[in-house]
């Protein structure tokens, strides 16, 4: 069983940054892969970004108003801790973000996360 807690999120200027953090429980958080997701109003909830349990490979959602350049997912097992730095951030990428985390190798899918946080509201103003 793991516990995510996700902090970091508030309202910025487009252009601007936030880190968000994602806190796990459990000794086992070094095993799993971490994904971040997001749900915008009226949309699904979308994949971000994932990191491998060794946080040696990385992947980045790749769809219009893409994320990659822009935001970078890492982690720290020691700490049991997953983040996502995101700059230059835009209006559209106003959503509640959340952290998740699967026992085998992720995926981009919802389906594919075992565990999730209760999410990071991100508000980005024009």
């Known amino acids: 069983q793991v516990q995510l807690v996700e902090s970091g999120g508030g309202l910025v200027r487009a252009g601007g940054s936030l880190r968000l953090s994602c806190a796990a429980s459990?000794?086992?958080?070094?095993?799993?892969?971490m994904g971040w997701f997001r749900h915008a109003p009226g949309k699904e909830r979308e994949f971000v970004a994932r990191?491998?349990?060794?946080?040696?490979?990385?992947?980045?959602?790749d769809y219009a108003d893409s994320v990659k350049g822009r935001f970078t997912i890492s982690r720290d097992n020691a700490k049991n801790t997953v983040y996502l730095q995101m700059n230059s951030l835009k209006p559209e990428d106003t959503a509640v973000y959340y952290c998740?985390?699967?026992?085998?190798?992720?995926?981009?899918?919802?389906?594919?996360?075992?565990?999730w946080g209760q999410g990071t509201q991100v508000t980005v103003s024009s």
């Open positions: 998740a985390a699967d026992k085998d190798r992720g995926g981009v899918g919802v389906q594919d996360y075992d565990y």
């Open positions: 459990g000794r086992t958080f070094s095993s799993y892969t």
């Open positions: 990191i491998s349990w060794d946080g040696g490979i990385t992947y980045y959602a």
